[in-house]
T-cell receptor
Framework: DGGITQSPKYLFRKEGQNVTLSCEQN?????MYWYRQDPGQGLRLIYY???????QKGDIAEGYSVSREKKESFPLTVTSAQKNPTAFYLC????????????FGPGTRLTVT | DAKTTQPPSMDCAEGRAANLPCNHS???????VYWYRQIHSQGPQYIIH???NNETNEMASLIITEDRKSSTLILPHATLRDTAVYYC??????????????FGQGTILTVHP
């Protein structure tokens, strides 16, 4: 089955530690996205990548970093510089020419204490 | 991007059709109508999109009025698993758009046994 996988589903970290969230897709999509969702809130775009080895900041990139070395993978690192890292993180991808037809993974719920 | 208006909540009996309306009276000629839903604690799910013709896929049908100022998402035989928040968004494709999704309040659809 084609789809997007994110792991782990739940992640707990101590304040001051960096943590990397995994996102893998086998849909052969070029574009991939990272969003953050806080309770009762909408999606906020962190980073996006339209092609391998290229990525751009979204609206709330501070405290986050990404890489796109392979088409299938777009990991997100939440650094210690992110002031409020506890959130639900969602990865998505979209087919060529269909930037708003996005397919989401199940999400990773990160809790930092 | 055109503004959309949706009712805050709707109820539907299981097995019946759920008809979810969306008003987008300021839509421009190159803007598409997209529908997503989000089930509690899960990532958003793309449902369908269209420009001016009615569209149908395995999940739903999208009916767009001739003047394109409103549309209706139809779930033909609603099940309890269709209980979710449904979002209608209007976006133009192509150009420099990078696919940032922003959801409004949406419609909370509750399917009853």
């Amino acid at each position: 089955d084609g789809g997007i996988t994110q792991s782990p589903k739940y992640l707990f970290r101590k304040e001051g530690q960096n943590v990397t969230l995994s996102c893998e897709q086998n849909l052969n999509h070029d574009a991939m996205y990272w969003y953050r969702q806080d309770p009762g809130q909408g999606l906020r775009l962190i980073y996006y990548s339209q092609i391998v080895n290229d990525f751009q900041k979204g609206d709330i990139a501070e405290g986050y970093s990404v890489s796109r070395e392979k088409k299938e993978s777009f990991p997100l690192t939440v650094t210690s510089a992110q002031k409020n890292p506890t959130a639900f993180y969602l990865c998505a991808s979209s087919p060529p020419g269909e930037a708003y037809e996005q397919y989401f993974g199940p999400g990773t719920r990160l809790t930092v204490t | 991007d055109a503004k959309t208006t949706q009712p805050p909540s709707m109820d539907c009996a299981e097995g019946r059709a759920a008809n979810l309306p969306c008003n987008h009276s300021t839509i421009s000629g190159n803007e598409y109508v997209y529908w997503y839903r989000q089930i509690h604690s899960q990532g958003p799910q793309y449902i369908i999109h269209g420009l001016k013709n009615n569209e149908t896929n395995e999940m739903a049908s999208l009916i767009i009025t001739e003047d394109r100022k409103s549309s209706t998402l139809i779930l033909p035989h609603a099940t309890l698993r269709d209980t979710a928040v449904y979002y209608c968004i209007v976006r133009s494709r192509g150009g420099t758009s990078y696919g940032k999704l922003t959801f409004g309040q949406g419609t909370i659809l509750t399917v009853h046994p």
